[in-house]
């Protein structure tokens, strides 16, 4: 037992060192983007099976907006940043530098501020993985959605089901200041990425 508690120990280490390289990246994008207001930390990284994920992660059963990105192919994965109503407001505001919208409906302007941002920490995040596992990515455009996060988690999730039992999977906390912002990114690599990625340190 105490082996086996070692080697997982040891492999989420591995993932870690990883994809905590991957985020310091994503954060110096998102410093560039946001003018230096907003950073980014690992929160944990955590190898759990499929039917326990969405219990652990919780996202609540509130209405959530948020950016998908995926990377396609025989190596792929799923990002996905998610946003409560008042942040994602507050971000895209900040961006065009105009007043926080309170209109029921989201402008094409806040969606598209918000898939940008969702393309630069994709961009930044996927190509430092892409240099450290030595391989080229090609990450989807971004997709702007407002759903149930429970919902988007499980969707990623269920096209892993049939080759895997278990699943990687890291979060992401947004800072602005030392203030921890509603914001999430969950990254969930495939199973042949989390090789390479286990290969990578």
């Not at 207001?37 to 509130?62: A, H, N, W, Y």
Request: aromatic share 6%; net charge negative; hydrophobic share 40%.
């Amino acid at each position: 037992m105490n082996m086996i508690t070692s080697t997982n120990d040891q492999k989420l280490q591995m993932f870690q060192e990883v994809l905590g390289a991957a985020t310091e990246e994503a954060s110096q994008a998102m410093s560039v983007w946001t003018g230096g207001k907003i950073s980014l930390t690992l929160d944990c990284v955590r190898e759990l099976p499929l039917e326990m994920v969405t219990q652990e992660f919780d996202l609540g059963m509130d209405l959530l907006t948020m950016v998908v990105l995926t990377i396609e192919g025989e190596t792929g994965g799923t990002m996905i940043l998610t946003f409560d109503e008042e942040n994602g407001r507050r971000l895209a505001a900040t961006l065009f530098k105009q007043e926080v919208s309170t209109d029921p409906q989201w402008s094409e302007l806040e969606q598209s501020a918000l898939s940008e941002t969702g393309n630069i920490l994709g961009c930044a995040y996927f190509n430092a993985i892409a240099r450290l596992v030595d391989c080229e990515f090609v990450p989807s455009p971004p997709t702007f959605l407002q759903d149930y996060g429970v919902c988007v988690l499980q969707q990623a999730l269920m096209q892993q089901a049939h080759e895997t039992t278990d699943v990687l999977i890291c979060q992401t906390t947004f800072l602005q200041d030392t203030e921890k912002l509603n914001w999430n990114i969950l990254f969930v690599p495939d199973p042949k990425m989390r090789e390479m990625l286990r290969s990578a340190t």
